[in-house]
């Protein structure tokens, strides 16, 4: 009984359902109307679940995912056809044919954070549609494929393809749920909410994404070939039809985008809707109208969807009170779990170059940001990057952490040429980074934000569990570290934006880097703040980390850094120890200004 | 090879009037960020439209073009304002959602006003065709080209010579400074979607001729006006003539020396070949977003 209790109320009411819609037919066999209505809910429960993979978590939104319903269909059909095997044990071939057209598609739509992707969704639908039509040999053209009729007695009616898109349906949640939890799920959030900010913590938004779009798929292909074989008979207008994705895209929307539950329940209501709209309604034209306009209201009205928007009210009145109170024990440990840590991932500590970058420009057009600027950043030393506005010190380190290709040049990390990878290889190398501006996942909360890093590209790390066991652990640990365990629960957004900053660097560690790249960490920042920062970083320093660090702050820079290299034009002007850039004339001509004197250092 | 020639000719027609068509798209996309699906419906609204002045008041449906482009004008500038402009600001997939939506909408109006069936406008010259040595032009074909042509000559002088063309290009460029040198954002956006709707509203004449629709016939035509915007790179006007003229002559050649069923599906390997060496479209730019 206290493990129920345990449970969330959501699973607990999920449950509830299930139990009822199990003994629904037991209960109730013999009427086939009501059992044909609840069937095609589940059916379109599980396409919204799925869609919501793709189009809820990671945020690229599908217009034609029931082209997955058609082709799983098609699939089970032809096979059925030509081996005369019950389309029951072939439908999961269905699944398999869906997958592998999405995950070709996607191999070649979803490399870039563009939009492609909307319109490849649309495009395949109709072409599957063209296809289906016109490919006679196989799928009989417009004539469409009738199959065998079920092989159990009339007397069980519909009933085992009710229990059958019922386990679909469950599987499906299940699926859904387990993604929701690894920390591919919490990665593709990431892609939704900041592209670029997901990749630089380790996130391979490409494979994230294909796999998304292969993973939204599966399950629709398996009832698709169940679905074939419920209707006896199937034709490519009926199999491709748009209407079907707009009940998809629909059902998600209402019920609540992004969530477990949401699509489920709102596939249960637009599909009573659409159940009355043909009864009581008439026609598929009025359908068509009255579907459109829920969509524009939903979006306009209620963008979030049901659950969200309820689960909002609910907290409004019943505020979370034990949220940190088993987080607090977490500071106490803090300085001993540093080091542990970082030595265990960095053994190479003799000194030696660490970063290496040779002859790197870039140009925007005629503007040359980086002019052939060489950097060395030896291993285990805090190296100050400083130089005036625009002189190219954020191009820098965005050429060295991969967010926009280099023009000409090397840069060479651990032994290793790195400027031709992509950002996330090079975050798996263990190169991190904090952005000049905070980019956290704002509406991911605080802890979730921690945990979403990957420090390496395999299978494994990927599908960790997130949300609970040793990763999360890990991410409260991290959090003690920069002194905000209390705040794991709150939305990242919600915090100041110091502490955004502190969040940042919690979830570069996460990443258990060897190289941080920070971009001015004192910007913006007030002092207490800036005193925490600075003593993260030295402690984290001492314990083997390596920091490359652009700031505007000269009495901290002098006073944490060895060495400082100074910027202007787009290339280093002057390099060396903190005593000797504060006395150079160059220097202090370029960046610090005539007015400065040394003495203002100690001031 | 006249059959050659042919080919080319009919494509390159064709061509010039799907740019017309994905020139609004692509300039709503690139002021406003806005995915506008519903610009297929646009066109068949039009469309049936211009079928109904030809059939009822014996308007040429070319000609009616001087009608339904200022008509569209105000429809796309109160639809930015009172909807679309409502969700500015949002995660740009809900842009994607909400003009689904009103494409649905559309479609769903003109299912119960005009019926679920078939229309073209066939004016006289329907049938006729100049002919130019061996190749014949069909009049409608070149009626539809010189309108498009015009349009986005004029199209081009809006965006190059007047303040309000420097104003919208401003305004895609970088908004936050567009808005700080005195370029109002909202008003500028309005503008960018009534012209892109505009664009539909001759765009849809010229299609009551050229082809058969009927209300769901939108969902081929956003699919193939968003193939070229896609294959040219979002966002950019150069990118969508070459897109269209590809699209055009991919869908002559394939109906001349294929069948026509599979002209659209040739379209999309194109397309499919195209973001496979460039992810980006022939004239998309990767812009600098570290200092937005």
């Known amino acids: ?603 | 090879m006249a059959q050659l020639v042919q080919a080319l000719a009919l494509g390159v027609l064709i061509g010039g009037i799907y740019a017309l068509m994905a020139s609004g798209l692509t300039l709503i996309f690139g002021v406003l960020r806005v995915i506008n699906i519903a610009q297929g419906a646009f066109l068949i609204l039009v469309a049936t439209f211009t079928w109904w002045l030809w059939r009822v008041i014996g308007i040429d449906p070319i000609v009616a073009a001087v009608i339904t482009t200022p008509l569209m004008f105000g429809v796309g500038w109160l639809l930015y304002r009172f909807v679309i402009s409502r969700i500015r600001g949002q995660a740009p997939s809900m842009s994607v959602l909400l003009t689904f939506g009103l494409a649905l909408v559309i479609e769903g109006v003109l299912n119960v006003v005009a019926g679920n069936k078939f229309r073209s406008a066939t004016p006289a010259y329907f049938e006729e065709s100049f002919r130019v040595g061996r190749v014949l032009l069909p009049k409608a074909q070149v009626y539809g080209f010189l309108a498009a042509i015009v349009v986005l000559g004029v199209l081009y002088l809006i965006l190059t010579r007047t303040w309000t063309g420097r104003a919208i290009r401003a305004t895609s460029q970088n908004p936050s400074a567009a808005a700080l040198v005195g370029v109002g954002a909202t008003g500028t956006a309005a503008l960018a979607f009534a012209l892109g709707s505009a664009s539909a509203g001759v765009g849809g004449s010229i299609l009551s001729v050229l082809y058969p629709f009927f209300p769901a016939s939108h969902y081929d035509w956003i699919s193939r006006l968003l193939g070229i915007v896609v294959l040219g790179g979002m966002g950019s006007l150069p990118g969508a003539l070459t897109g269209a003229l590809i699209l055009g002559l991919a869908e002559t050649l394939t109906a001349t020396y294929a069948s026509l069923q599979w002209a659209t599906l040739v379209f999309y390997l194109v397309i499919m070949a195209v973001l496979l060496v460039r992810p980006q479209g022939l004239f998309g730019a990767r812009l600098r977003e570290d200092a937005a």
């Open chain 1, 1 to 603: 009984m206290n493990a129920l209790r345990a449970l969330p109320r959501r699973h607990l009411a999920a449950g509830v359902v299930l139990l009822a819609l199990l003994a629904y037919p037991i209960v109730n066999p013999w009427e086939p109307y009501p059992q044909g209505v609840l069937l095609m809910m589940f059916l379109l429960a599980l396409q919204a679940s799925s869609w919501n993979i793709i189009s809820g978590y990671a945020g690229y939104i599908s217009l034609g995912h029931s082209m997955f319903l058609g082709l799983g269909s098609y699939t089970t059909a032809i096979i059925a056809l030509h081996t005369g095997l019950n389309p029951f044990w072939i439908a999961p071939l269905g699944g398999v044919t869906a997958v592998l057209i999405a995950m070709l598609a996607g191999a070649v739509v979803l490399r870039t954070g563009g939009h492609a992707f909307v319109i490849i969704t649309i495009a395949l639908l109709l072409s599957a549609q063209i296809v289906a039509v016109n490919w006679r040999p196989l799928t009989k053209g417009s004539d469409g494929i009738t199959l065998e009729l079920p092989f159990w007695s009339a007397d069980f009616q519909n009933i085992p393809f009710y229990y059958a898109f019922l386990l679909l349906l469950v599987l499906t949640v299940l699926f859904s749920g387990w993604i929701g939890r690894a920390k591919f799920g919490t990665g593709l959030v990431a892609i939704r909410e900041d592209e670029g900010k997901a990749a630089s913590i380790g996130v391979n938004t490409t494979v994230f994404k294909i796999l998304a779009y292969g993973a939204s798929s599966f399950f629709i292909g398996v009832a698709g070939g169940v679905y074939a074989y419920y209707q006896t008979f199937l034709n490519p207008v009926g199999s491709f039809a748009i209407l079907g994705s707009v009940l998809i895209v629909l059902s998600a929307l209402v019920g609540g985008r992004g969530t477990l539950y949401g699509p489920v329940v709102g596939a249960f209501i637009v599909q009573l809707v659409n159940e009355g709209a043909t009864v009581y309604g008439g026609s598929t034209q009025s359908r068509v109208l009255i579907l459109g306009l829920i969509l524009v209201a939903v979006v306009l009205f209620l963008p979030a969807g049901l659950l969200p928007t309820l689960e909002a009210a609910w907290r409004r009145r019943h505020p979370r009170d034990t949220e940190y109170t088993d987080q607090v024990g977490a500071l106490s440990h803090r300085p001993a779990v540093v080091r542990e840590r970082a030595r265990s991932r960095t053994p190479d500590a003799e000194p030696g170059p660490l970063l290496t970058v040779r002859g790197v420009t870039k140009r925007f057009g005629g503007l040359t940001a980086v002019d052939g600027a060489d950097l060395t950043v030896e291993r285990g030393s805090i190296t100050a990057l400083i130089g005036p506005n625009g002189s190219g010190k954020t191009t820098l380190f965005n050429l060295i952490t991969g967010t926009m290709p280099v023009d000409a040049g090397t840069v060479t990390f651990a032994g290793r040429r790195i400027d031709a990878l992509p950002p996330w290889s090079r975050a798996h190398l263990g190169l991190g980074r904090t952005f000049q501006v905070t980019r956290l996942f704002r509406d991911m909360t605080v802890l979730q934000n921690v945990v979403a890093p990957l420090p390496d590209g395999r299978l494994r790390t990927m599908f960790a569990d997130a949300v609970s066991g040793a990763e999360a652990a890990r991410a409260r640990d991290l959090l003690g570290i920069v002194g905000l365990a209390d705040f794991a629960a709150q939305q990242a957004g919600a915090l100041s934006y110091g502490q955004q900053k502190l969040v940042e660097l919690a979830q570069v560690l996460m990443l258990e880097p060897r190289l941080i790249l920070l971009d001015e960490p004192a910007g913006g920042v007030n002092p207490s703040l800036l005193g925490r920062i600075t003593e993260v970083i030295r402690e984290l320093n001492r314990a083997g980390v390596t920091f490359l660090v652009v700031e505007h702050n000269i009495p901290m820079v002098l006073d944490l850094c060895d060495p400082v290299h100074v910027f202007a034009r787009g290339r280093p002007i002057a390099s060396g120890p903190p005593e000797a850039i504060r006395a150079d004339p160059v220097v202090l001509d370029a960046y610090l200004g005539e007015d400065w004197r040394p003495q203002d250092a100690h001031a």
